[in-house]
């Protein structure tokens, strides 16, 4: 198997496994309180994972500040309601949800760049609304504002996506750099302010910690596997989450999709998989990637 192919599905596995950690926190601290400390953890494992040939010194020079500012914002409001999501509703349901971000890309690419889409987008468009629909079943099932949230997760990183197209040039640790400081200083805020407030103990920061670990060792094995594979032939790898999302939520957490939300699942993951295609053909580029992690 391809290096970067493999290192991409670690990638993505170690995420997961970060994600399920989160989903185990949610009944004992608050979204803002997991959020301030899993990116406290994280950074401190970034701070020695830094991309080759760059330096944290001078992290705050930017060449598109108002672009780099936007990211930071929407990574750091994706962040919040995805660890809400994933503390509220299954663990599958909210990975089929925020899924839908090539969807949601091509979506703001017609909107916002003037972009003509042809039948097939528009086909992968109207399947992924379907499976979606198949998993969460509105009108059979009461819905939670954690399916929002996750919901508005998808839509954040496509925003991310495009401004990602005019970000090229910054620096990694420079929007990593950004998005910690706004992560750190807004939760931290929002996390003293409840009422709820208390200080984790001894086994919950060791969650925590280990929860910051898979979010900074995936993020870094990403940026290996794309410096060994093009970004749009290791993209696809991203949907193996919806395995472990499966397998974690049934081993840990009790939720067992049954056969029609499985059948939306993969329907979800076919639309994914032609909006990558058809990108691909459009861009006539092997580096254009669709599934860049939005939030830490």
Same mark, same amino acid.
Request: hydrophobic fraction near 60%; include cysteine; charge should be positive.
């Given at each position: ?19 399920? #950690?989160?989903?185990? $926190? /949610?009944?004992? =601290?608050? %979204?803002?309180?997991? &959020? @301030?400390?899993?990116?406290? *953890? ?82 992968? #468009?109207?399947?992924? $609304? /379907?499976?979606? =629909?198949? %998993?969460?079943?509105? &009108? @059979?099932?009461?819905?939670? *504002? ?151």
């Amino acid at each position: 198997m391809n290096s970067g192919i493999l290192l991409a599905l670690v990638a993505y596995a170690v995420y997961a496994w970060g994600d399920g #950690i989160i989903k185990a $926190l /949610g009944s004992q =601290l608050s %979204v803002f309180e997991i &959020g @301030f400390f899993n990116i406290l *953890f994280a950074a401190v494992f970034l701070f020695f994972l830094k991309p080759d040939g760059e330096r944290w010194h001078g992290f705050w020079n930017m060449q598109r500040p108002w672009a780099v500012h936007a990211r930071a914002v929407s990574g750091l409001v994706a962040g919040i309601f995805s660890v809400y999501a994933f503390t509220t509703i299954p663990l599958a349901e909210a990975y089929a949800l925020i899924f839908l971000a090539p969807l949601f890309v091509t979506l703001l690419s017609i909107v916002i760049l003037k972009e003509q889409v042809g039948l097939w987008r528009w086909l992968a #468009i109207v399947a992924g $609304l /379907g499976g979606i =629909l198949l %998993v969460v079943r509105p &009108g @059979f099932r009461a819905l939670e *504002f954690g399916h929002l949230a996750a919901l508005a997760v998808a839509l954040l990183a496509a925003i991310t996506i495009i401004l990602m197209r005019s970000l090229a040039s910054e620096k990694q640790t420079t929007m990593l750099g950004v998005l910690v400081g706004y992560g750190l200083l807004f939760n931290g805020a929002a996390m003293l302010a409840t009422s709820s407030f208390h200080v984790p103990d001894w086994k919950l920061l060791g969650m925590l910690a280990l929860a910051g670990a898979c979010t900074a060792g995936g993020h870094r094995l990403q940026l290996l596997a794309t410096r060994r594979s093009p970004a749009n032939q290791i993209a696809p790898t991203h949907y193996s989450q919806i395995v472990w999302a499966v397998v974690i939520g049934a081993a840990f957490f009790a939720e067992y999709p049954d056969w029609i939300a499985l059948v939306g699942l993969a329907v979800v993951v076919g639309s994914g998989l032609l909006t990558l295609v058809r990108e691909r053909i459009r861009l006539g580029t092997v580096r254009w990637n669709p599934f860049s992690r939005n939030r830490l």
